[in-house]
């Protein structure tokens, strides 16, 4: 194992939110960085959800991709064409799929890679030990295992779709990540069989899922039919008097478009989706009884109820005079610093966290509560907390 190097931070995941934190901290001019990924293709953007249509505007891409001097550097010394003149050409006002938004990361993300003060490291981060303010992170490589020392240790690591169990052995799991990608779920579904698709959930996921199955069903796959479990009614996003309330949990963009003109309960028995799905009203204590009832007759179940953190490298705290040479540190996020609290209750020095899996929380003028995950949010946050780390 080589000796360990030193840098002023390591940022663990090259994501959108891992691009943006490695952004601002050039930006900041804090020192070396040592930026870990096993792939630096744009996390999950790039990799499943190229085909999701977007449910934010162009212009927040753009935003994103002009916030920081050391992205307008690279933006103005990539050759052209290229992804960032593709999506300025593009609608600023609307929404775009997310193979655009993708495009631009990995653009971006080619040229922070190329700079001096970032050292790329092709790996995963398995473990990481903090001693005395200082953390030591082990980085695992095709050619070996490397070490890095830093006092700054920033998790951008992302999260994937929540699974619940599968209710019945007759069942099968379609996963999410396949249902937001048409090309993939045509394949994935026999077109000559007579199947029936439970969706389970009714936000932006949901909703995608319900599409892109009503797609296939009035299109290659004739003979699908779905029925949706919901709890809760459609909720949208509504433009207030200069805010905007369900910001980051009602439906936008295309999810909403479909849900207004053909899922709402007046619409459905009628609309071109209603030949499809059969809509199943959980809510109000009725879904035990509701699953018991319909599950029997369905053949596959899509689980859209949210996303889950992926898991965080094993983190230990090695403290001078105590018997035990490492305690096991279970971080707890706070979503206003972007830092993280250990068991106790004590800061963790040098710890911090950005991105789908660690966003900030945002309460509205109703002081509703929402956590704030979108490229563009990312960014203001960012822009905000990485001055105190
Ligand atoms: C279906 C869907 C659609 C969305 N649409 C939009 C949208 O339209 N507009 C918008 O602004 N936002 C959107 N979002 C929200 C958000 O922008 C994306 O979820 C975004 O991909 C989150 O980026 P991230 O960097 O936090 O995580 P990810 O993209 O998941 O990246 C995490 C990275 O960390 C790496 N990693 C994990 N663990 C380790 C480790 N131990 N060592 C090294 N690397 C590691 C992974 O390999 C990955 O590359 C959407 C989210 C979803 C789920
Ligand atoms: N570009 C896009 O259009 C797009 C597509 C997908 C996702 N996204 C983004 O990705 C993030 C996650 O979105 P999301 O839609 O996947 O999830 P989400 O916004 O986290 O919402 C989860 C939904 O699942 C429901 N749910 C949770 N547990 C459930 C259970 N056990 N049974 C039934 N329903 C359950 C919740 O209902 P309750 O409120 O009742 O708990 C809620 O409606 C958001 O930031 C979103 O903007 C964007």
């Not at 997310?98 to 790329?120: K, N, S």
């Not at 599409?211 to 949208?236: C, E």
């Not at 949210?306 to 983190?315: A, V």
Request: hydrophobic share 40%; aromatic share 8%; glycine share 8%.
């Amino acid at each position: 194992m080589a000796l360990p190097q030193r840098c002023a931070a390591v940022v663990v995941g090259a994501g959108p939110a891992g691009l943006a934190v490695v952004g601002n901290l050039l930006e900041r001019q804090v020192g070396r960085i040592a930026w870990v990924d096993p792939c630096f293709e744009a996390g999950r953007v790039n990799k499943k959800y190229r085909e999701v249509p977007s449910n934010t505007k162009v212009s927040f891409f753009q935003a994103y991709a002009t916030a920081v001097q050391p992205f307008r550097t690279v933006i103005s010394s990539t050759p052209i064409p290229n992804a960032f003149l593709t999506i300025s050409k593009l609608d600023q006002n609307k929404t775009c799929t997310l193979d655009h938004a993708a495009d631009m990361v990995r653009a971006l993300t080619d040229g922070i890679v190329g700079m001096d003060e970032v050292d790329q490291c092709v790996g995963t981060v398995t473990a990481a030990t903090l001693e005395n303010s200082r953390w030591t992170v082990s980085i695992r490589q095709t050619s070996g295992d490397i070490e890095i020392e830093t006092t700054r240790l920033i998790m951008c690591t992302g999260s994937s779709p929540t699974n619940l169990p599968i209710p019945l052995s007759t069942m099968n799991r379609l996963d999410l990540d396949v249902v937001l990608k048409p090309s993939e779920l045509a394949t994935r579904l026999d077109r000559h069989t007579p199947q029936t698709v439970a969706v389970v959930g009714a936000s932006h996921s949901a909703i995608l899922a319900l599409l892109n199955l009503v797609q296939l069903a009035r299109s290659s796959h004739g003979d699908l039919r779905i029925k949706w479990f919901t709890r809760h009614p459609l909720r949208y996003a509504e433009f207030m008097d200069g805010w905007i309330l369900r910001d980051n949990t009602g439906l936008k963009g295309l999810a909403a478009e479909f849900a207004r003109q053909q899922l709402e309960d007046d619409r459905l028995p009628k609309s071109e989706a209603g030949r499809f799905i059969t809509k199943i009203d959980c809510g109000d204590g009725q879904e035990a009884a509701q699953f018991d009832a319909h599950f029997p007759s369905c053949d596959h179940i899509v689980h859209a109820v949210g996303y889950t953190r992926d898991p965080l490298p094993q983190l230990t705290l090695r403290e001078a005079g105590k018997a035990e040479p490492e305690t096991l540190l279970q971080p707890d996020f706070d979503h206003e610093t972007g830092g993280f609290y250990d068991q106790h209750g004590r800061v963790i020095p040098g710890l911090y966290g950005a991105g789908i899996a660690f966003p900030a929380k945002v309460v509205d003028p109703l002081g509703n509560v929402e956590y704030a995950v979108g490229f563009w949010k990312f960014m203001v946050f960012l822009k905000r907390v990485i001055p105190g780390w």
